[in-house]
């Protein structure tokens, strides 16, 4: 089944609200990427997180990856329209350097 | 965004016909991935190539075959296409850099219908 899970699976904001999406492993993962789906478009990356414990911020976005690397949050502060779009999370479990293992995805 | 192409982009086939799509990489990346994307799931993994000749399964193959003859194409083959093969797939490519991990760049989709 489906190892990377992300919740919620759809979250709708107010234009200036925030907004947070959670991605959740069932087993440990050796970095974790975040992109992003433009409607009608294909995933972009955004961002790499390889230590545990990590937090990057780009602008109004700020990722961080959890201390037992299983899990990982992506925050946007005070959403604008150009934030809508489906997000995921992405990650290589251990020994699978080869493989990215996505997300279900959370659609803001 | 890498120079990666997909054809065709739209395609409707009836049950049981055969089907090839092609991704075409002009990064000279040397792993390509193909995936389909419904509702609910996510991108799933369906074979991915590590180089020339070199590909393996991924997480949903069953029904798919795979080829890469050249460094710069990769094609999907369903043999005998079955109404649940109804998606969108997206290709992907990443460089190969030792042992670093490498972001995925994505071609624009190929939505697929199978009546």
């Known amino acids: 089944g489906q190892q990377v899970m992300q919740i919620p699976q759809y979250q709708h904001v107010q234009e200036g609200e925030d907004f947070t999406t959670y991605c959740n492993s069932s087993t440990t993962l050796s970095n974790i990427q975040w992109y992003k789906q433009r409607p009608g478009g294909h995933p972009v990356f955004l961002i790499q997180?390889?230590?545990?414990?990590e937090v990057k911020k780009q602008k109004r976005l700020t990722f961080q990856f959890g201390e037992a690397k299983k899990n990982s949050s992506l925050h946007i502060t005070a959403t604008q329209t150009t934030d809508v779009g489906t997000y995921f999370c992405a990650g290589h479990l251990t020994g699978t350097a080869s493989k990215l293992t996505f997300g279900t995805g959370t659609r803001l | 965004d890498a120079g990666i192409t997909q054809s065709p982009r739209h395609k409707v086939t009836e049950t049981g016909t055969p089907v090839t799509l092609r991704c075409h990489q002009t990064e000279n990346h040397r792993y390509m991935y193909w995936y389909r994307q419904d509702p609910g799931h996510g991108l799933r993994l369906i074979h991915y190539?590590?180089?020339?000749?070199?590909?393996d399964k991924g997480e949903v193959s069953d029904g798919y075959s795979v080829s890469r003859s050249k460094t710069e194409d990769f094609l999907l083959t369903l043999e005998s296409a079955t109404s649940s093969q109804t998606s969108v797939y997206f290709c992907?490519?990443?460089?190969?850099?030792?042992?670093?991990?490498?972001?995925?760049?994505f071609g624009p989709g190929t939505r697929l219908t199978v009546l």
């Open positions: 992907a490519s990443s460089p190969f850099a030792g042992s670093s991990y490498n972001e995925q760049f």
């Open positions: 997180l390889v230590k545990s414990g």
């Open positions: 190539s590590y180089g020339v000749k070199d590909t």
